[in-house]
Protein backbone atom coordinates (compact mmCIF):
# COMPACT_ATOMS: atom_id res chain seq x y z
CA UNK A 1 0.00 0.00 0.00
CA UNK A 2 1.09 3.38 -1.35
CA UNK A 3 1.39 5.97 1.91
CA UNK A 4 1.93 9.78 1.70
CA UNK A 5 4.99 10.77 3.42
CA UNK A 6 4.23 13.03 6.11
CA UNK A 7 7.24 16.31 6.18
CA UNK A 8 8.33 17.23 9.10
CA UNK A 9 8.43 20.94 10.35
CA UNK A 10 11.24 20.35 12.00
CA UNK A 11 13.48 18.30 9.83
CA UNK A 12 16.30 20.18 8.61
CA UNK A 13 16.06 18.47 4.94
CA UNK A 14 12.17 19.88 4.28
CA UNK A 15 12.96 22.93 2.25
CA UNK A 16 12.72 26.32 4.27
CA UNK A 17 9.72 27.62 2.39
CA UNK A 18 7.63 24.26 2.89
CA UNK A 19 8.40 24.21 6.75
CA UNK A 20 7.38 28.16 6.73
CA UNK A 21 4.17 27.24 5.06
CA UNK A 22 3.76 23.78 7.64
CA UNK A 23 3.98 27.20 10.51
CA UNK A 24 1.83 29.10 8.86
CA UNK A 25 -0.41 26.45 8.71
CA UNK A 26 0.03 25.75 11.87
CA UNK A 27 -0.53 28.81 12.98
CA UNK A 28 -3.63 29.56 11.15
CA UNK A 29 -5.61 26.27 12.71
CA UNK A 30 -3.98 26.45 16.38
CA UNK A 31 -2.04 23.62 15.75
CA UNK A 32 -0.31 21.42 13.13
CA UNK A 33 -2.37 18.09 12.29
CA UNK A 34 -0.83 15.43 10.16
CA UNK A 35 -3.29 16.31 6.95
CA UNK A 36 -0.97 19.56 6.63
CA UNK A 37 2.12 17.56 6.92
CA UNK A 38 1.06 15.22 4.00
CA UNK A 39 -0.45 18.26 1.94
CA UNK A 40 3.38 19.95 1.93
CA UNK A 41 3.97 17.65 -0.35
CA UNK A 42 2.30 19.88 -2.30
CA UNK A 43 3.66 23.18 -1.27
CA UNK A 44 1.34 24.96 -4.08
CA UNK A 45 -1.73 22.92 -2.31
CA UNK A 46 -0.95 23.48 1.16
CA UNK A 47 -0.32 27.08 0.18
CA UNK A 48 -3.87 27.75 -1.30
CA UNK A 49 -5.82 25.31 0.75
CA UNK A 50 -4.53 27.11 4.37
CA UNK A 51 -6.10 30.94 3.50
CA UNK A 52 -9.25 28.33 2.43
CA UNK A 53 -9.84 26.49 5.56
CA UNK A 54 -9.02 29.46 7.09
CA UNK A 55 -11.34 32.11 5.77
CA UNK A 56 -14.59 29.12 5.69
CA UNK A 57 -13.75 27.74 9.30
CA UNK A 58 -12.34 30.32 11.56
CA UNK A 59 -12.92 33.79 10.35
CA UNK A 60 -15.95 35.54 11.72
CA UNK A 61 -16.84 32.43 13.46
CA UNK A 62 -19.28 32.58 15.97
CA UNK A 63 -18.39 29.03 17.41
CA UNK A 64 -15.00 28.62 19.63
CA UNK A 65 -12.48 26.46 17.81
CA UNK A 66 -12.89 23.20 20.75
CA UNK A 67 -16.52 23.29 19.86
CA UNK A 68 -16.13 23.23 16.36
CA UNK A 69 -14.03 20.42 16.81
CA UNK A 70 -16.34 18.79 18.59
CA UNK A 71 -18.69 19.05 15.69
CA UNK A 72 -16.65 17.82 12.75
CA UNK A 73 -15.63 14.71 15.35
CA UNK A 74 -19.24 14.48 16.54
CA UNK A 75 -20.18 14.32 12.75
CA UNK A 76 -17.45 11.72 11.63
CA UNK A 77 -18.48 9.56 14.20
CA UNK A 78 -22.50 9.80 13.40
CA UNK A 79 -21.06 9.50 9.82
CA UNK A 80 -18.66 6.28 10.30
CA UNK A 81 -15.45 8.02 9.04
CA UNK A 82 -12.27 7.87 10.35
CA UNK A 83 -11.08 10.73 11.86
Known sequence: MARIPLLDE??????EAVRN?????GAARGRLINFYRAMANRP???????????T???QNSTVAP???ELAYLTATTVND???
Open 21 to 25: ALHDA
Open 44 to 54: EALAALTPLLS
Open 81 to 83: CFY
Open 66 to 68: HHG
Open 10 to 15: NDPATP
Open 56 to 58: VYR
